[in-house]
Each structure stands twice: as C-alpha cells, then as structure tokens.
C-alpha cells in the first residue's frame, strides 16, 4: 500500500520497501524453500504447530525475513528477541508463558543464549513444559501451549548440541550463485524503480557488490539515491562509472576500509595480528573480524596464518 505525505501543495507517493512476505517472493534458497513449503503444509493439515526451525548462515541472508514469512504462511503471530536481551531463566519463562497456542518464537542470535535459559528452552521444545525449582527444592512441571522456535545464528557451532538436536528442520543458508545474484539486484532495482539503459548492465553490476541480499538492497538504494539527485532517467554504463567513484565502491562490494585494510598488510613482509590492523584503523578488533574480513577472505584477498593476516 502506498503511503501519501503532503508537502505544502505538493502531494508525494511514497513506495516504502516492503520484505518478500511469502514463500514464493523469497528468492532463492531452493534448498529450504522446498522442504519449509513440504512442513507448513503438513502443520496445517495435522493442525499442529510446524516443527521448530535453525536458521544458520551469515548476517545478511534474510533469516528473520524467512521467520515471518513461516509466521505468516501458517497464519500464528510472531515474538521476535535477541538473545542477548534474555539474561535469566525468569525471563524466557514470561516469554514462553506469554505465547499463544501454534505461535511462532524467534530468537535471533541464538549463540549468545546463557546455559542456564538453554536449559530451560529445550525442554520447553520438547515436552511444552517448564521446569521450576521452588524454595523447599521441589520440581515443577508447568505446562505451556505448543509453539515453534525458529532460532537464527552465525555460529551454529557455538550451539550447545543439547538446544540443537531439538531442532526438527536445521537450515544453512548457502552463497548465491552469479545468476541468483543478478536475479536479486534486479529485483531490488525494479522495487525501487531504477531502470537500466542496457540490460548487459548486470554482468558488470554483479561485480561490485557482495552476494549477500542485504547488502545488494543497500547498493541499489545508494545507486537509487544518486539516480534521483542527478535527476537521471536511466543507467547508463558511464552513469554506472560515475555511481562507482562517487559511493567509492571497489571490486566485489569492497569499500575504503576494505582497501585502507589491503594497504596496511602490503607495508609489512610478514603476517601481522588483528590488533595490529584495528589500532591503524582506528577500529575494533571485532568490528576487523566481523565487518571487513570476511568479505577479504571471500575475494581470496587476505589469508589467516597462527601468526596473523597476510595478502595472498
């Protein structure tokens, strides 16, 4: 649904981006789109609630997407946290005993869950009970209403094997192949209404930007930005050129923290320490790890020895 804010006397429809909000606007992902169709449709004719779902894979893959996409396929309401915020058992008990009947449960980041509120989680997946301890040490099983805990992470290893054998339905979420990839930043630029002079665009397009869908949409709305500031109707090659040198966008997405990394590593003979590369960043050793390497290490760019990071 378009949105209409008005301006003086000027009247502007507004095109919020929208996520893909069923099955078949998901794009790609073959793998999990198949078997998740083959489990809601069977939760649906057994009026039971569809078997609880790990979502691993890196950041970006659309993970949550695909959660509300299962809460909207069968029809149940959606309680979405990060793990982080549940710091006790007491807590992820409220949560449990707020769900009603066939809801669906996200966590995000299910790899920061404490052992203690896992403990309580798994059990609660397997038998829809609680266990509580009371004062006088006696147990008590507390009956919950069957739900479906869809878990989202990163770090899939760091899961204690316990939480993850609950999990009926574990799904990775794979790289995109250049033709998935071209399929989605064509996708994101008919949403936000970008046309291209020339369709040979893609090939060239592909190259400069990560296979990760986030971070395509996030491309297309600079390139939609930068479109509409400079008042272009279509893009051309050398309107594509000019885009590049104006968002500073290198080959396969990479930015000038990508670069300013590269140049850091070529002034030394010898592998150097994470430590090392953050302080001449200016940046976090984590935010090195998770925001700059793992697009390096993809491009085949950057190689991690026992004594640091060296260029390949």
Request: net charge negative; aromatic share 8%.
């Amino acid at each position: 649904m378009e949105v209409k804010k008005i301006t003086q006397d000027v009247m502007i429809d507004i095109k919020p981006w929208m996520r893909p909000d069923d099955l078949a606007s998901f794009v790609w992902q073959w793998h999990i789109k198949k078997q998740l169709d083959t489990a809601i449709d069977s939760a649906k004719k057994r009026k039971s609630p569809v078997g609880h779902m790990l979502f691993a894979g890196p950041s970006g893959f659309g993970k949550t997407t695909l959660a509300h996409i299962v809460s909207k396929e069968m029809n149940r309401n959606i309680k979405a946290i990060t793990a982080y915020a549940i710091s006790k058992p007491a807590e992820i008990i409220s949560i449990l005993n707020s769900l009603e009947e066939w809801d669906i449960l996200f966590i995000d980041e299910l790899h920061r869950l404490r052992p203690q509120v896992e403990e309580v989680l798994y059990v609660a997946m397997e038998d829809y009970v609680i266990d509580i301890v009371m004062p006088d040490g006696e147990n008590m099983r507390i009956p919950i209403v069957p739900f479906t805990l869809i878990g989202a992470t990163t770090k899939s290893e760091s899961l204690s094997q316990p939480l993850k054998n609950r999990f009926v339905y574990q799904f990775h979420f794979m790289d995109y192949s250049t033709q998935e990839k071209q399929h989605i930043i064509q996708t994101y630029l008919d949403k936000h209404e970008v046309p291209l002079a020339d369709k040979l665009l893609l090939d060239i397009i592909h190259e400069k930007v990560d296979s990760v869908p986030r971070e395509i949409h996030n491309m297309c709305i600079k390139l939609r930005d930068y479109v509409v500031s400079h008042n272009i109707s279509s893009v051309d090659h050398m309107t594509w050129e000019a885009f590049l040198l104006h968002a500073q966008i290198d080959e396969g997405g990479m930015s000038v923290l990508h670069k300013k990394y590269l140049d850091i590593l070529s002034q030394y003979d010898r592998p150097i320490g994470v430590r090392t590369i953050a302080v001449q960043l200016g940046m976090h050793e984590k935010a090195i790890e998770e925001d700059i390497e793992p697009l390096l290490l993809k491009l085949g760019k950057i190689e991690k020895k026992s004594g640091g990071r060296c260029l390949v």
